[in-house]
């Protein structure tokens, strides 16, 4: 095991959401942040919030993430990827283009901040991977959230022996009740929280900070590596 304290963070889509509570902990921790996202409003309340450096990054530009990668002084501790979600559209009605741009950003993304962190990272330092669990059950509407979902924890395996002894982590979230659940599902997102406190195991909904947590212990706990761990509040468990 190892703390935080003194180490430098880099949160790519931090934020809001799950990105933002990771960086908040991680502040708490006296980590030293740098942290990336696509709205300049955003970023600068977050380094106001959290005396974090900032910086505006588009994982489907290769250029730019070479450039910010360059950019942040080595080495580099600890790397978290949590950007926007996937896209919701059935097979028939999908915007093609759209479906590449998000899959380019959340599997080529990936395979392209692994190649940086190669680099960049400390030994024994480590790169998680945020992602859902779209592809546990078919559902009408979820083919890229699914090929995203299927994909990242291979792309963690590998990543985890060509990167060692750096880490490579991956966190499947179920539903956690974050700006973009409620931005997704509209109207009915109280419903939907109604609904899974009323079903799941931890009779609550998730939150970031439970997903926050779990992220932290992969950057501390040293014994982790090429994994995808679950936090869905055992929500794979209802029929």
């Given at each position: 095991?190892?703390?935080?304290?003194?180490?430098?963070?880099?949160?790519?889509?931090?934020?809001?959401?799950?990105?933002l509570?990771?960086?908040r902990?991680?502040?708490?921790?006296?980590?030293?942040?740098?942290v990336?996202?696509?709205?300049?409003?955003?970023l600068?309340?977050v380094?106001?919030?959290?005396k974090?450096?900032?910086a505006?990054?588009?994982?489907?530009?290769?250029?730019?993430?070479r450039?910010?990668?360059a950019?942040v002084?080595?080495?580099?501790?600890?790397?978290?990827?949590?950007?926007?979600?996937p896209?919701?559209?059935t097979i028939a009605?999908?915007d093609?283009d759209?479906?590449?741009?998000?899959?380019?950003e959340?599997?080529?993304?990936?395979?392209?901040i692994?190649?940086?962190?190669?680099?960049?990272?400390?030994p024994?330092?480590?790169?998680?991977?945020?992602?859902?669990?779209?592809?546990?059950r078919?559902g009408v509407g979820?083919?890229?959230?699914a090929?995203?979902?299927a994909?990242?924890p291979a792309?963690?395996?590998?990543?985890?022996?060509?990167?060692?002894p750096?880490?490579?982590?991956?966190?499947a979230?179920?539903?956690?009740d974050?700006?973009?659940?409620?931005?997704?599902l509209?109207d009915?997102i109280?419903?939907?929280?109604?609904q899974?406190?009323?079903?799941?195991p931890?009779?609550?909904?998730v939150?970031?900070?439970?997903?926050?947590a779990?992220?932290?212990?992969?950057?501390?706990?040293?014994?982790l590596?090429?994994?995808?761990?679950d936090?869905?509040?055992g929500?794979?468990?209802?029929?």
């Amino acid at each position: 095991m190892s703390d935080l304290s003194g180490s430098t963070v880099v949160v790519i889509g931090g934020t809001s959401g799950i990105g933002l509570e990771t960086a908040r902990q991680a502040h708490a921790a006296d980590a030293r942040l740098v942290v990336t996202g696509r709205d300049q409003g955003r970023l600068d309340a977050v380094r106001e919030e959290l005396k974090a450096s900032t910086a505006t990054l588009d994982l489907g530009d290769p250029a730019g993430l070479r450039a910010f990668f360059a950019d942040v002084p080595a080495p580099i501790d600890h790397v978290l990827v949590s950007g926007g979600g996937p896209i919701y559209a059935t097979i028939a009605e999908m915007d093609f283009d759209q479906a590449r741009a998000v899959l380019d950003e959340h599997l080529l993304g990936s395979l392209r901040i692994a190649r940086e962190c190669a680099a960049r990272v400390r030994p024994g330092g480590s790169l998680t991977y945020v992602t859902g669990t779209g592809a546990r059950r078919p559902g009408v509407g979820l083919s890229v959230a699914a090929i995203a979902t299927a994909a990242t924890p291979a792309v963690t395996a590998v990543a985890a022996l060509e990167l060692a002894p750096v880490r490579v982590n991956a966190v499947a979230a179920g539903f956690v009740d974050t700006p973009l659940s409620a931005r997704l599902l509209g109207d009915d997102i109280e419903r939907r929280r109604e609904q899974l406190r009323a079903t799941l195991p931890i009779r609550r909904v998730v939150g970031p900070a439970d997903v926050a947590a779990l992220v932290l212990h992969l950057m501390t706990n040293t014994a982790l590596t090429g994994a995808t761990y679950d936090v869905d509040g055992g929500q794979q468990l209802i029929p």
